[in-house]
């Protein structure tokens, strides 16, 4: 098996369910669990990428696109079990707007300053990345009606903090906006696996070791309950790690939680993009951005109704709204070009950066 810079984290593993058991500190708890995740998710997506490539393009893409943000997925089930909807929500809005402007950024950042770049740009297709930009705005104008709504009523959005519950309206409200972005989320799914599958070629750029499909759904099981397994005591040390660090859960929920999550991802676009394969770099991040509004946001918001502390407000804070609508309005603009540059990716870094440091200080 290829080993990859993530693999190298494994350690963190078993240092984790260590300090776990023996109480340790807890923002040293919080920090192995998070370095934990990484190979764990990284390993998934490799596990992920064998199956597809011995699958077709239908089914490889299907599988490509269900598990791909499966350990944000695990990660934000278990936070919200565990009742830190501020959690849930942040990493959501900040699982989006890395995905956009920090992979994306990084990306043509790297892939313009690669030897094998011409003149600094890069070319991708308009068309795959419209259409991912196409959903990811569809869904961001959604998830601001509520929080218009809100405002409209005299509710107001909550403040970074202060946790709302849903009146009879907004539940009802959340469960047509919920059917609706699943419903485009699938109808996205039949137009780049059955429609338009030559556009969207879910074999260009991924890897194989040769495993068989066996091995791949075993890895792929393995992988999936450890990262469920740190997971879990991410979760379970985020409220201490906060108080004892002088963060707020925003913050952690979604910076930190968001980029440990997406860790796996961002590496394999930066790679991609560095061996001139901007289409695929593309697709990872904006896609999964989008898939992330259409499909993670519904089926977190529906299952707060069953194993949450109550039904989740979809009514998100101020700084969750500007990082939604910013990402938006980015992706549309940089897949409207076709064309990348690395100065382009240097700017959307430091705006990454820039909005990572508000959200500090929040």
């Known amino acids: 098996m290829k080993v990859k810079p993530g693999h190298l984290l494994f350690v963190s593993i078993p240092l984790a369910v260590i300090a776990h058991q023996l109480q340790w500190n807890q923002t040293a708890v919080f920090l192995l669990a998070a370095l934990g995740t990484i190979p764990a998710a990284s390993?998934?997506?490799q596990a992920t990428e064998e199956l597809a490539a011995r699958s077709g393009p239908g089914?490889?893409?299907?599988?490509n696109v269900t598990f791909g943000n499966a350990p944000e997925l695990i990660i934000a089930l278990f936070a919200l079990q565990a009742g830190l909807l501020e959690v849930v929500k942040a990493s959501l809005a900040g699982s989006i707007i890395s995905n956009v402007l920090l992979v994306l950024g990084a990306s043509m950042l790297a892939g313009g300053l690669s030897k094998h770049s011409r003149n600094g740009s890069q070319q991708f297709s308009r068309i795959t990345a419209s259409s991912q930009s196409g959903m990811l705005m569809l869904a961001t104008v959604a998830l601001l009606m509520p929080a218009i709504h809100s405002m409209v009523t005299g509710?107001?959005?909550?403040?970074?903090?202060?946790?709302?519950?849903p009146s009879s309206d907004m539940q009802t409200l959340t469960l047509i906006i919920c059917g609706v972005l699943l419903l485009v989320y699938l109808a996205g799914l039949f137009f780049a696996l059955v429609t338009h599958s030559k556009?969207?070629?879910?074999?260009?750029?991924?890897?194989?070791?040769?495993?068989?499909?066996?091995?791949?759904?075993?890895?792929?099981a393995l992988a999936g309950g450890l990262v469920a397994l740190m997971s879990e005591i991410l979760v379970g040390s985020i409220e201490k790690t906060a108080h004892q660090a002088g963060l707020?859960?925003?913050?952690?929920?979604?910076?930190?939680?968001?980029?440990?999550?997406?860790?796996?991802?961002?590496w394999v676009a930066v790679a991609a993009a560095r061996k001139q394969q901007m289409d695929l770099?593309?697709?990872i991040a904006i896609g999964s951005a989008a898939q992330i509004a259409l499909f993670v946001v519904p089926v977190l918001f529906l299952a707060s109704w069953v194993i949450g502390p109550g039904p989740m407000n979809l009514v998100f804070n101020g700084y969750e709204l500007a990082a939604l609508s910013l990402a938006a309005i980015v992706s549309a603009g940089v897949s409207a070009k076709g064309e990348s540059t690395w100065f382009e990716g240097l700017q959307m870094v430091a705006v990454y950066l820039v909005v990572a440091a508000c959200f500090a200080i929040a």
Do not use: C, R, Y
């Open 281 to 283: 770099a593309v697709n």
């Open 155 to 165: 509710t107001g959005i909550p403040k970074v903090g202060q946790v709302q519950s």
């Open 248 to 266: 707020s859960q925003f913050f952690i929920g979604a910076v930190v939680v968001a980029l440990v999550g997406n860790a796996a991802e961002h």
């Open 43 to 45: 390993l998934m997506g």
């Open 59 to 63: 089914i490889g893409g299907l599988l």
């Open 199 to 220: 556009l969207f070629n879910p074999e260009e750029g991924l890897s194989s070791d040769g495993w068989t499909a066996g091995k791949a759904a075993l890895v792929l």
